[in-house]
């Protein structure tokens, strides 16, 4: 026991963890970028705490399918749950005993009846993900439409004061034309991304749970060798993500304050590319919760920054695609960089890792 | 004859759920077979499922060949045919006076866009290793919008009457001209597969693509030709769907036919993870999810609840075709068959008789 | 003294599709005792196993623990009845650290404890002398690194009954022994071990009882030191072996104006071996020896190009070729067969027949597909000949067991009729008959011209079948030796030794 080789820091960054610094990076990188352009928005604390406080749902989602995703399945009824969700709580609270606990319940019951159905069908029939939640996705649409086909605006009263409610950070502000101080303010729904961010995110860092489900989206059938329950730790992975798209569906109707057939529509399509950009890789094992937030983040700086650029609408999706385009394969040649067996280049010397075991590629020729 | 069955037990689910829908229908009403002739062309549910599922079924033979290969879906195929199409609508409308010769320079040329479509992702797969629903993910954001700036802003109508012919009939042939097309693309795709190589290279690729490297099959030109062919594929469907229509709709033609098409693909017993697959599974898969589609319709299900049904009717179907619920099926019947045994042989150990299935098969 | 039964087997049965994998089958095992269980390729042994720790359910049969009758319905309920196992597959995954690996699923605590995670296996790692960082992932380190941090942590399991299926196939005579060694602590602390492997000399030196499965039935149950060698084997093949010290080697008649059938100058690949010269002649038998990581693997995929070429000049039959990929190799007439068969040989889903036409398909071309019936006859000639073990050609790869893999892998090489082939340890996980009959064919088909480096983690092996050997060290040549010189003693020196006559370049 002489060298005890713990603290060395001579492993490599793990793939889950690169991505992530990919991805935070050029987030930081787009956003100075949005500020150094477009100053007068962006300097604002107000457009950066706005992100968040319209983009809860589709954030909280994500994180929900980060977490399907790194164990190696995929979930696309999110969006349509989280508008399920919308309109139940809609009717709920419009109804004679609507209440702002009983929408909650009513939220989190929906979002953990998909999830338990999905789940069970997927982890314990075996049956494909993919098809799976794709029938949620109808199931969730149809009963959307069953339920209610015509938007309602909610007008209980204690819920438009939910709805209204900001938190006021009055410490951090900016300064209007006229110098006067505005302060910031937070929706509670960003609030609820924060929480739900640090549990979720601890949850798979330091959890036996959160490790097994690396385990399984990294090989399945090693995990179950290794003595996981691999079956319970899939279907607990689409409660989860059932629980957070309930969850969005209840900011999301805190935050528009209306139930709507078209609420959250596509958003599913939205989140799986935010997780990705955020480093969840979809074949599993790879991915970092707090890469779901960036992702989510970074796609809709792309749309502010195409907005206030004024890009002819028109337009505005071609130049996501492209923006989207160069990230993807920015993340794809960097990762490649690293990988010399595969690719066969020297990895610059910064990323390059000591130890016996590691053979570094001879540049000479 | 047990090998026969065992070498397609591959089909066993999209065919009996196509046999179910059909009793469901008859029940409904006993005239579900009946072909009626209108203008000398044949008209029926029959002819109506085989006429609306055309794009969907080559689209879902494309898909099958992606999935098989990249262990991923494009899902950017109703964006490509969108744009293929867009370009075949402003040829045609630009030539003047359109004759058979301009439709086929149209197709062609919106053939070469498919392919330079399937390129692009192709390329994202294959060469920088992007998995394939996020490399499509770029065209499925930004292609609609091309597709919209192709058209000219407008939806440009297809009124000649080629097109008319091509999406409907052609006066003295019974059978509905998208129809032909589907068959006669099948039947391409069947030579192809009679004359290359292509299923046990896009197989071997899709399972172990190292241990295809290293016995001389370049998974990066598999995979890259599979996005070629899905290029094809678009083309061909969006062809067909726009002549159809008559009028290039930029935002809705093909709209979420992703889903369906890898819907097919599963119901045809292809694994969504790749390797080995199963062409006509996934056509049929195809066809069912039309004849779902106008079963649920033919039954007068209220527009609000049909996708209620939908999703009902694929959870049940998928449970049934389940591994395990299979295995619990066959163990079930064994035991009942051993246990019928021992009724009739009172005396014989029916223990002896039974072979039970293994319970993980890994 | 009698000691205690901990784990009894009875008439077991279990079945594949096609295969009785398992036929009343009786195993015991008692405390404190190293029982090997032996047997050909399949045989059943890894099929028992998995049978025992849940894997597998079985068809018929009663396991007793201690006592109390067991139904493991998943290797995790196996694990916490203390019963720890090392699959003939390394089974960890790779996206986790390496501390992950050897403490996943065994932990009850609700929470991760990195930093103790960390300092344990890091003692672990140290005290077994694990070339790895516990920080790492495991996809970066080795094969046989792997294996050793899989046995870590089997070892580690505060374990009644220790599992190892063939855990020595992929290491060096040095960590054997520290397994050994390890086995012998936990033999002495009480626990009972389960040892499978094809090494015989392995099996005489740790094991106390010996049960052989031949064909998934039972032969008997023996005192080591009640059989010999022989016996053994004649239990494990049904049959007599031929002595293998009749195995006749080759010398190739090579003369100095003979052209080279390969020649390479200054080959180098990205896996990162020093560029080095490599020649062979029509009909010789060569080998690249030297210890694990030491490079004899990535040089000879540097000559099939499977690693990215970084350099070199490759002359086949004196003419300047460009061989940049696997298919230039191929198309020259070269073979090889990898080291690491799951990831690299077989394509697991599809039928022997297609794994075994494979490459030959690919020689042909794109265009020209094989008709069913001949696929069929190259298949069935090839698993007739190689006594392939399937129940049909159309059975896929994966449901054979690990040897037969190897064969079918070997048998798809074979079909192209290379001038050059390269086998990267083609005897890994085979058992003693076949390895006798790898060892022939090896020779057989160098006197029939065909030339042949053959690459083995057993020395002994590569000396009775190769006329020279080029043996290897931190990734360099450091020697070759020849005729006489070639005894295990000397490899060793040049090895330790580092160079005695540093050659070639
Ligand atoms: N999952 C499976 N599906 C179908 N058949 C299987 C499966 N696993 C094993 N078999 C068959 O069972 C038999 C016994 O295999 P097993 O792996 O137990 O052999 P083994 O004794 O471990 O051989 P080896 O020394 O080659 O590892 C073989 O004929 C094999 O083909
Ligand atoms: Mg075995």
Redesign the pocket.
């Given at each position: 026991m002489a060298s005890v080789n713990v603290f060395k820091p001579k492993a490599r960054l793990s793939n889950s963890n690169i991505l992530f610094l990919i991805a935070a990076v050029i987030f930081v990188v787009m956003y100075l970028f949005a500020i150094i352009s477009f100053p007068n928005s962006f300097m604002q604390f107000q457009t950066f705490f706005d992100l968040f406080n319209l983009n809860a749902p589709l954030i909280i989602m994500t994180l929900g399918l980060c977490i399907v995703m790194i164990g190696g399945g995929i979930d696309i009824s999110i969006g349509a749950v989280c508008g399920l969700v919308t309109m139940a709580c809609a009717v709920f609270l419009e109804s004679k005993m609507g209440s702002i606990g009983g929408a909650v319940l009513v939220a989190l019951g929906i979002g953990v009846a998909f999830g338990i159905l999905q789940g069970y069908l997927i982890a314990y029939l075996e049956i494909q993900p993919f098809i799976i939640t794709l029938s949620g996705l109808f199931l969730a649409q149809g009963l959307l439409t069953t339920l209610h086909k015509d938007p309602i605006n909610v007008t209980m009263p204690a819920f438009v004061g939910l709805r209204d409610f900001d938190i006021v950070i009055a410490w951090l502000g900016t300064r209007n034309r006229l110098g006067v101080f505005i302060p910031s303010e937070i929706k509670l729904g960003t609030v609820i991304v924060v929480v739900l961010l640090v549990i979720l995110a601890s949850l798979m860092k330091w959890s036996r749970f959160g490790r097994n489900v690396y385990a399984v989206g990294g090989n399945s059938h090693s995990a179950m060798m290794l003595g996981i329950n691999v079956k319970r730790t899939i279907f607990i992975t689409y409660v989860l993500s059932g629980l957070t798209a309930g969850i969005a569906g209840f900011v999301y109707i805190m935050t528009t304050g209306a139930g709507n057939v078209g609420n959250a529509a596509g958003a599913e399509m939205k989140a799986i590319a935010s997780a990705i950009i955020g480093g969840t890789l979809l074949n599993g094992g790879v991915g970092n919760l707090l890469g779901a937030p960036i992702g989510t983040l970074t796609l809709l700086v792309i749309n502010e920054l195409i907005r206030a650029a004024g890009v002819q609408s028109n337009f505005q999706a071609m130049v996501s695609g492209l923006l989207l385009y160069f990230f993807i394969v920015l993340q794809s040649v960097i990762m490649s960089l690293r990988d010399r067996r595969r690719f066969g280049i020297a990895l610059p010397p910064w990323l390059r890792l000591s130890g016996k075991e590691q053979t570094v590629g001879q540049g000479e020729s | 004859m047990p090998k026969l069955i065992k070498h397609f037990s591959h089909l066993v689910l999209p065919v009996s759920v196509m046999t179910l829908l059909i009793i469901i229908n008859l029940i409904k009403g006993a005239d579900y077979f009946r072909i009626t002739m209108v203008n000398g062309a044949f008209y029926g549910n029959i002819p109506n499922i085989l006429f609306g599922a055309s794009e969907l079924v080559i689209l879902s033979i494309g898909m099958t060949l992606v999935t098989a290969a990249s262990r991923g879906q494009d899902i950017s195929i109703g964006v490509s045919a969108t744009i293929t199409s867009a370009v075949f609508v402003q040829y045609v409308l630009q030539a003047g006076e359109v004759t058979l010769l301009t439709i086929v320079v149209g197709f062609l040329l919106s053939c070469v866009i498919g392919l330079l479509l399937g390129a692009f992702n192709g390329t994202l797969v294959s060469v920088f290793k992007v998995q394939p629903m996020v490399a499509s993910l770029i065209l499925f954001t930004g292609g609609r919008s091309i597709a919209f700036m192709i058209d000219g802003k407008l939806s440009p109508i297809l009124a000649n009457d080629i097109s008319n012919q091509i999406g409907t009939v052609i006066p003295g042939v019974p059978i509905q001209t998208p129809i032909i097309l589907t068959v006669v693309f099948i039947a391409l795709v069947a030579v192809l597969f009679k004359t290359t190589n292509l299923r046990l290279y896009v197989e071997t690729v899709g399972i172990n693509p190292n241990a295809a490297r290293l016995n001389g099959i370049n998974p990066k030109k598999i995979i890259f030709l599979t996005f070629l062919i899905m290029g094809i594929c678009t083309a061909v469907a969006g062809f067909i769907a726009v002549n159809k229509a008559g009028r290039h709709d930029s935002v809705n033609l093909l709209k979420l036919i992703m889903m369906d098409a890898i819907l097919a693909v599963a119901i045809g017993g292809n694994s969504l993870i790749g390797g080995k697959f199963s062409i006509t599974g996934a056509i049929i898969g195809a066809y069912t999810i039309e004849m779902l589609n106008r079963t649920l319709l033919r039954l007068e299900i209220e527009p609000a609840t049909i996708k209620v049904f939908k999703a009902v009717f694929i959870i049940i179907l998928m449970v049934l075709s389940s591994p395990v619920v299979r295995v619990f099926m066959k163990k079930a019947l064994d035991r009942f068959r051993s246990w019928r045994l021992s009724i009739s042989q009172p005396k014989e150990n029916a223990l002896s008789t039974t072979n039970i299935a293994?319970k993980k098969?890994? | 003294m009698l000691s205690e039964t901990i784990l009894e087997m009875k008439d077991i049965s279990k079945s594949?599709?096609?295969?009785k994998?398992?036929d009343s089958v009786d195993f015991k095992l008692r405390k404190g005792e190293i029982h090997a269980l032996m047997?050909?390729?399949?045989?059943?042994?890894?099929?028992?196993?998995?049978v025992i720790t849940g894997v597998?359910g079985k068809d018929a049969g009663l396991i007793t623990l201690q006592g109390e009758s067991i139904h493991f319905k998943a290797p995790e309920e196996a694990q916490n009845k203390g019963i720890g196992t090392v699959y003939?597959e390394i089974m960890l995954c790779p996206n986790l650290t390496v501390a992950e690996n050897m403490f996943i699923g065994r932990s009850h605590s609700l929470v991760v404890n990195w930093k103790q995670m960390n300092e344990k296996a890091a003692q672990l790692l140290d005290s077994l002398g694990i070339p790895a960082s516990p920080v790492q992932e495991l996809t970066s380190c080795s094969l046989a690194v792997q294996q050793m941090i899989a046995i870590a942590r089997a070892v580690d399991m505060d374990c009644k009954i220790l599992i190892l299926?063939?855990p020595t196939s992929s290491l060096d005579e040095d960590e054997v022994h520290k397994l050994f060694k390890l086995m012998r602590e936990l033999k002495a602390r009480g626990v009972g071990i389960i040892f499978?492997t094809?090494f015989l000399e392995q099996v005489f030196e740790i094991s106390d009882r010996i049960t052989v499965?031949r064909n998934?039935k039972l032969v008997g149950e023996y005192e080591t030191t009640s059989l010999s060698q022989i016996e053994l084997i004649s239990k494990m093949l049904g049959n007599v072996l031929e002595d293998i010290t009749k195995i006749q080697k080759h010398e190739p008649i090579v003369s100095d104006t003979s052209i080279p059938v390969f020649e390479g100058i200054g080959l180098s690949s990205a896996a990162g071996v020093r560029p080095f010269n490599f020649v062979i002649q029509r009909g010789e038998v060569n080998g690249f020896a030297g210890l694990l990581g030491s490079g004899r693997s990535e040089s000879a995929r540097a000559i099939f190009a499977a690693d990215k070429v970084t350099g070199g000049e490759v002359r086949m039959k004196g003419k300047s070729v460009k061989i940049k990929t696997p298919l230039h190799a191929i198309k020259q007439g070269i073979g090889y067969l990898p080291e690491d068969r799951k990831g690299d040989g077989i394509i697991d889903d599809l039928s022997v027949r297609d794994n075994i036409i494979l490459t030959l398909q690919v020689m042909k071309g794109f265009f020209k597909p094989f008709s069913l019936k001949q696929a069929e006859t190259f298949a069935e000639e090839y698993i007739k000949k190689l006594n392939i073990?399937?129940?049909t050609p159309d059975?896929p790869i994966?449901?054979?067991?690990?040897?037969?893999?190897?064969k079918v892998i070997l048998a798809r090489w074979l079909l192209t009729n290379p001038e050059f082939l390269i086998l990267d340890e083609p005897t890994r996980?085979?058992?003693v008959g076949t390895k006798v009959e790898i060892q022939k064919l090896v020779i057989k088909l160098a006197n029939n011209g065909m030339s042949l480096t053959f690459i083995s983690s057993e020395i002994d092996e590569m000396i009775r079948t190769c006329s020279r050997l080029i043996v290897m060290k931190d990734r360099e040549i450091v020697g070759e030796l020849k005729g006489t010189e070639l005894t295990e003693t000397e490899v060793m020196n040049v090895i330790a030794q580092g160079g005695k006559n540093p050659c070639l370049n």
């Open positions: - | 293994e098969e890994e | 594949f599709p096609g295969v994998a398992l047997g050909e390729n399949g045989a059943g042994k890894s099929t028992l196993i998995k597998y003939q299926d063939e499978i094809h499965l998934g073990k399937t129940p059975t994966k449901s054979l067991s690990g040897g037969n893999q190897q996980g085979i058992d």
